[in-house]
């Protein structure tokens, strides 16, 4: 069982930066993959971005390539998403999730967090 806290979320203006944090315990992440996803009012959950957790292989959704960075903190067994030039349309809740060796998005993983509020104004 893995127990995910995000943290980070708040309010930014356009064209601000915001970092996710997303604090992983219960086990050892070893093999597992780990991503982000988000959900906009009245939307469904997409995916963000994701990562290898042993090998650090990232790959991203189109919405965030280019601005977006996830990464790792394997000591502090935390996951990290750096955003920037960040637009009105980023507006959604942020959820961090992950499974072993579980292919998102394709594939849904099993372990996800409560989510963290991202608003970017106008």
């Known amino acids: 069982q893995v127990q995910l806290v995000e943290s980070g979320g708040g309010l930014v203006e356009a064209g601000g930066s915001l970092r996710l944090s997303c604090a992983a315990s219960g086990r050892t992440l070893s093999g597992y993959i780990m991503g982000w996803f988000r959900q906009a009012p009245g939307k469904q959950r997409e995916f963000v971005a994701r990562i290898t957790w042993s090998g650090g292989s990232t790959y991203y959704a189109d919405s965030g390539k280019g601005r977006f960075t996830i990464s790792r903190d394997k000591s502090k067994n935390t996951l990290y998403l750096q955003m920037n030039s960040l637009k009105p349309e980023d507006t959604a809740v942020y959820y961090c999730?992950?499974?072993?060796?579980?292919?998102?998005?394709?594939?849904?993983?099993?372990?996800w967090g409560q989510g963290t509020q991202v608003t970017v104004s106008s």
């Open positions: 999730a992950g499974d072993l060796g579980v292919i998102m998005p394709t594939t849904p993983p099993r372990y």
